[in-house]
């Protein structure tokens, strides 16, 4: 039994599909990569039974097996060649690889033994442009967190209606609402994505104008396009009402050049407290005076900047890491950033939205200043 392939070609992939892995497997089968060969077509899947991916590759073979590969030492033997075609024979459960300088032998185990992938039952549709799925996973996924006693909060909330759609994540000390006017379902639709399967996504999806067709029921989401199908388990939860933590009332409002904006928090947070990232923002007038300091060094960084603002007087603190991130997650040339007082969230947005099919929110809640 055997087939062949170019070692660039299934390399590629397997990259891809070892970001699935775990290091620590509770199966020792999820330590390799599953290879079901049909004549020439050879699909490769890796799974951490939280989440399963696959790719289609095209492969010169006459056969039809189903074998588990170790994925580590497969990955690095590909590293090693040069671009050339691969003959890969099995037999008695040794896989031979030959390749122009040589040959190399790896066992390999019963296919069977790998766990099956979900089948999902009752489920719903919904279809996403690439590019738009992109942006969507972009633009919310740096706010989620990562708190194993708040699981709600480890992914993207996706909620789907009649007129718009909205995508939030939060960890609780920053939230971003993504709003599209170009995404509608007739029936109400709600889920909330993890982080991991997002961030595979975020490398494999491409960035051009293609679908990606969404399964999903009440437990799990089936992502496919072009060569990939990615199966995740949904989190089961509430996800917090993020509209009730959006202050409305925000009377003092500031507009500014989003980056000179970030290149002054960035320099100003390099003389921060590095327990707590400070920085403080105080508007006098039409001008933003962002200061930080560590006491514990006698280490301080001032800078003053010109805006446009209406509004009181007022000095607020904020994690600069947050702020950086938010900023570094916008494309507007000027940002706006609405106050009410310096013990309630700020919120920031782009000052002239760019795409009529989207308005993006972004929330942080103060640090109490020294």
């Known amino acids: 039994m055997k087939f062949i392939i170019s070692s660039s070609e299934l390399l590629k992939n397997l990259q891809i599909l070892g970001s699935i892995l775990n290091t620590n497997n509770t199966l020792p089968i999820l330590d390799n990569f599953l290879f079901e060969i049909d004549n020439n077509d050879l699909q490769i899947t890796s799974s951490d039974l939280e989440t399963t991916l696959s790719s289609k590759v095209s492969v010169e073979s006459t056969i039809n097996v189903k074998v588990a590969i170790p994925a580590k030492l497969l990955i690095d033997i590909l590293k090693s060649l040069p671009d050339q075609p691969l003959t890969f024979s099995m037999e ?48 919310t996924i740096f706010a989620s967190g990562n708190d ?22 939060t960890d609780a000390h920053k939230l971003v609402k993504y709003v599209r006017n170009d995404i ?33 029921n009440n437990t799990n989401a089936i992502f496919t396009f072009s060569t990939f199908k990615l199966i995740c388990r949904l989190i089961d939860g509430k996800f917090p009402n993020y509209e009730a933590v959006i202050p409305k009332e925000n009377p003092n409002v500031l507009e500014i050049d989003r980056s000179l904006l970030l290149s002054s928090t960035k320099r100003a947070s390099i003389f921060s407290s590095k327990t ?86 972004m929330l942080v809640m103060p640090i109490m200043l020294n």
């Open 148 to 169: 194993d006693l708040r699981p709600v909060m480890s992914g993207v909330f996706f909620q789907i209606n009649s007129d718009s759609s909205r995508f939030v994540a």
């Open 184 to 216: 509608k379902s007739q029936d109400a639709i709600e889920f909330i994505v993890p982080n991991k399967p997002l961030n595979i996504l975020k490398t494999i999806v491409p960035d051009k104008n293609s679908d990606v067709k969404v399964l999903f």
């Open 276 to 361: 707590t990232n400070q920085v403080k923002f105080e508007i006098k007038g039409n001008l933003l005076h962002i200061t930080a300091e560590d006491l514990d060094f006698n280490n301080k960084a001032e800078e003053t900047l010109e805006c446009n603002y209406n509004g009181d007087d007022i000095a607020i603190g904020f994690n600069s890491r947050f702020i950086v991130e938010m900023l570094n997650n916008l494309s507007s040339e000027s940002v706006k950033i609405e106050l009410s007082s310096p013990n309630r969230a700020g919120l920031i947005s782009p000052a002239n939205q760019t795409d009529e099919n989207e308005d993006v929110t």
């Open 92 to 139: 008695n459960n040794i896989l031979e690889i030959n390749s122009n300088n040589g040959k190399y032998a790896l066992s390999y185990m019963n296919g069977e033994e790998f766990p099956k992938s979900v089948i999902i039952e009752d489920a719903s549709e919904i279809n996403f442009d690439s590019k738009v799925l992109l942006k969507i996973i972009n633009s």
